[in-house]
């Protein structure tokens, strides 16, 4: 752990963008890691509508993607006026639903140097859950939070410990505007055709958290993002004659917001341009916002809704900081939650733990040895091989011929916890090739990784493909192993200890020669492994 570091060190100044279907936000946030807190400094955003794809392909537009790049650049120079020493970008739906997302998100890194993960519906939540706990609080009590966004709408159930249920839902404000409302005002047919869709596609996420409810237990409604605020802010200033500031502990009753719905149904968009607060990118989606709002409100059996200022933005903070170890009681259990995330697939995929825990250690001893010697990667790559290993054989919940490709797909569609979209396609590649064919060009899986993924896929795979080797029969023959690198004679030795002085583990001397080719050819060694009893240290 970090943090006996941690409490040394002076703030930390860090950077958070969430790329959103409808608006890009960015918040910098000074870090205490001696509380641990934040304490957020600036606040910028900019409505870019990233969602407002092409009708035909559902592409990024061009002039879309010109908007987010000006914004992005924009967000960049303020992080640095602030002495950020890192900015952190995550983007969601438009991106993950767009055929050139990626190619996207490729040139963002290209010509602005900013590397952003793309993250799942269930990751967002995440997040926001993250968020919300890190200003609200729960009392040790369960929490119903709903966040609506440009392109998805994200209900989770979470108490003071843990998030509970996790769901995303693609119906947004402004892709339910854009498929849905064509006439200004909206028809009678159009609403009634909305509403429906809604309700439909709410009652499964609905019924999902419902499940997860604890009979008698209280429950309340936390309401984040740009539509809730906006709703709660309309009805703040037309009961109370002021918006609050801050808007956040705010409560919107079910009724009043039935009644800004039938309001808005009923007027045209200059007419809700004119409602005081309103902008006017916000008049555009509110009705369908607030129609998502409403109808999860009755679904829920919610009379009122709590609003909560702090979202996925804040969310990503928090993760930051969780992963740099410098949140150590409040939210503790989150430090584990990509490992929690990866032995459930495991578990799910009736994986052998028992073997792919002795694959995983012998993976991480050789990284741990060759590191500064071969590598000079660090603690999140390890952890990405550990994934690797531990999962290396779901495929054979498949089938056992070709499997090492089933544990691709099983992996990059298993909506993997704490990780980001190319994180997770680097654990699903490491698996694809702990056996046959190493990486190659040809391979899309591979390709469609950044070019400094596929060097790490490319360089650790190998040692992947030669822990598998040391346990050949899967029953632990090999305790322990030494490395010694000689690059004089340009060989890597491998001195290996059986657990059974009396074993001549050739099982697993003969896998080590027939899968050392990937290493020898990525690492230009020889690979010279040997069998003594008793090791002594290089």
Same mark, same amino acid.
């Given at each position: 752990?970090?943090?006996?570091?941690?409490?040394?060190?002076?703030?930390?100044?860090?950077?958070?963008?969430?790329?959103?279907?409808?608006?890009?936000?960015?918040?910098?946030?000074?870090?205490?890691?001696?509380?641990?807190?934040?304490?957020?400094?600036?606040?910028?955003?900019?409505?870019?509508?990233?969602?407002?794809?092409?009708?035909?392909?559902?592409?990024?537009?061009?002039?879309?993607?010109?908007?987010?790049?000006?914004?992005?650049?924009?967000?960049?120079?303020?992080?640095?006026?602030?002495?950020?020493?890192?900015?952190?970008?995550?983007?969601?739906?438009?991106?993950?639903?767009?055929?050139?997302?990626?190619?996207?998100?490729?040139?963002?890194?290209?010509?602005?140097?900013?590397?952003?993960?793309?993250?799942?519906?269930?990751?967002?939540?995440?997040?926001?859950?993250?968020?919300?706990?890190?200003?609200?609080?729960?009392?040790?009590?369960?929490?119903?939070?709903?966040?609506?966004?440009?392109?998805?709408?994200?209900?989770?159930?979470?108490?003071?410990?843990?998030?509970?249920?996790?769901?995303?839902?693609?119906?947004?404000?402004?892709?339910?505007?854009?498929?849905?409302?064509?006439?200004?005002?909206?028809?009678?047919?159009?609403?009634?055709?909305?509403?429906?869709?809604?309700?439909?596609?709410?009652?499964?996420?609905?019924?999902?958290?419902?499940?997860?409810?604890?009979?008698?237990?209280?429950?309340?409604?936390?309401?984040?993002?740009?539509?809730?605020?906006?709703?709660?802010?309309?009805?703040?200033?037309?009961?109370?004659?002021?918006?609050?500031?801050?808007?956040?502990?705010?409560?919107?009753?079910?009724?009043?917001?039935?009644?800004?719905? @039938? !309001?808005? %149904?009923?007027? #045209?968009?200059?007419?809700?341009?004119? *409602?005081?607060? $309103?902008? +006017? =990118?916000?008049?555009?989606?509110?009705?369908?916002?607030?129609?998502?709002?409403?109808?999860?409100?009755?679904?829920?059996?919610?009379?009122?809704?709590?609003?909560?200022?702090?979202?996925?933005?804040?969310?990503?903070?928090?993760?930051?900081?969780?992963?740099?170890?410098?949140?150590? @009681? !409040?939210? %503790?259990?989150? #430090?584990?939650?990509?490992?929690?995330? *990866?032995?459930? $697939?495991? +578990? =799910?995929?009736?994986?052998?733990?028992?073997?792919?825990?002795?694959?995983?250690?012998?993976?991480?001893?050789?990284?741990?040895?060759?590191?500064?010697?071969?590598?000079?990667?660090?603690?999140?790559?390890?952890?990405?091989?550990?994934?690797?290993?531990?999962?290396?054989?779901?495929?054979?919940?498949?089938?056992?011929?070709?499997?090492?490709?089933?544990?691709?797909?099983?992996?990059?569609?298993?909506?993997?916890?704490?990780?980001?979209?190319?994180?997770?396609?680097?654990?699903?590649?490491?698996?694809?090739?702990?056996?046959?064919?190493?990486?190659?060009?040809?391979?899309?899986?591979?390709?469609?990784?950044?070019?400094?993924?596929?060097?790490?896929?490319?360089?650790?795979?190998?040692?992947?493909?030669?822990?598998?080797?040391?346990?050949?029969?899967?029953?632990?023959?090999?305790?322990?192993?030494?490395?010694?690198?000689?690059?004089?004679?340009?060989?890597?030795?491998?001195?290996?200890?059986?657990?059974?002085?009396?074993?001549?583990?050739?099982?697993?001397?003969?896998?080590?020669?027939?899968?050392?080719?990937?290493?020898?050819?990525?690492?230009?060694?020889?690979?010279?492994?040997?069998?003594?009893?008793?090791?002594?240290?290089?």
């Amino acid at each position: 752990m970090v943090n006996s570091l941690a409490s040394a060190e002076s703030n930390r100044i860090i950077a958070a963008i969430d790329m959103g279907t409808n608006s890009f936000h960015m918040v910098v946030a000074r870090i205490d890691p001696k509380l641990p807190a934040f304490t957020i400094i600036a606040r910028e955003k900019d409505t870019v509508r990233l969602g407002d794809c092409e009708a035909k392909t559902g592409c990024l537009k061009s002039e879309v993607m010109e908007r987010a790049l000006a914004t992005l650049r924009r967000f960049q120079d303020i992080a640095k006026t602030f002495n950020a020493e890192q900015i952190i970008a995550v983007a969601t739906s438009a991106v993950r639903e767009a055929p050139n997302g990626r190619d996207f998100l490729k040139q963002v890194a290209e010509e602005l140097d900013l590397n952003v993960s793309l993250i799942s519906g269930q990751e967002e939540a995440r997040r926001i859950y993250l968020g919300v706990l890190s200003g609200m609080e729960f009392n040790n009590q369960s929490q119903v939070i709903i966040d609506i966004g440009g392109g998805s709408t994200e209900l989770i159930l979470g108490d003071s410990s843990e998030p509970r249920c996790l769901t995303s839902t693609k119906i947004g404000a402004v892709r339910l505007t854009g498929q849905f409302v064509k006439s200004d005002p909206i028809t009678r047919e159009e609403f009634a055709y909305l509403q429906a869709y809604i309700r439909i596609s709410l009652e499964r996420p609905i019924e999902e958290l419902r499940s997860q409810f604890h009979d008698g237990e209280p429950l309340r409604l936390i309401g984040t993002a740009g539509t809730i605020e906006t709703l709660a802010a309309i009805n703040a200033r037309e009961k109370f004659g002021t918006v609050p500031s801050p808007l956040a502990g705010y409560q919107l009753g079910l009724k009043d917001l039935r009644d800004l719905v @039938n !309001r808005f %149904r009923k007027l #045209s968009y200059s007419e809700r341009l004119a *409602i005081p607060g $309103m902008s +006017d =990118k916000r008049a555009e989606i509110i009705l369908a916002g607030a129609l998502i709002l409403q109808e999860a409100m009755i679904l829920l059996g919610m009379e009122s809704l709590t609003v909560c200022d702090r979202s996925l933005r804040e969310g990503v903070i928090v993760d930051w900081m969780l992963a740099h170890g410098l949140i150590e @009681n !409040r939210l %503790r259990y989150q #430090s584990s939650i990509r490992q929690r995330s *990866i032995l459930h $697939m495991a +578990d =799910k995929y009736q994986v052998n733990l028992e073997q792919s825990e002795r694959t995983a250690a012998f993976a991480l001893n050789f990284f741990d040895q060759t590191q500064g010697i071969l590598h000079n990667w660090g603690a999140e790559e390890r952890e990405l091989l550990w994934a690797a290993a531990i999962l290396h054989n779901c495929g054979l919940y498949v089938s056992h011929s070709a499997h090492h490709k089933h544990s691709y797909y099983l992996i990059r569609n298993g909506e993997l916890l704490g990780y980001s979209e190319t994180e997770i396609e680097v654990i699903a590649n490491l698996a694809r090739y702990h056996r046959k064919n190493p990486p190659k060009k040809k391979h899309e899986n591979f390709i469609v990784l950044p070019k400094n993924y596929r060097e790490l896929v490319s360089k650790l795979h190998p040692f992947l493909r030669l822990a598998v080797a040391l346990d050949r029969r899967q029953i632990g023959a090999i305790s322990d192993f030494k490395c010694e690198h000689r690059p004089e004679v340009r060989e890597f030795h491998l001195r290996l200890q059986p657990l059974n002085p009396e074993d001549d583990c050739a099982l697993e001397l003969w896998s080590l020669d027939y899968k050392k080719p990937s290493f020898e050819d990525e690492y230009n060694l020889k690979l010279v492994a040997t069998l003594e009893p008793t090791l002594v240290p290089v």
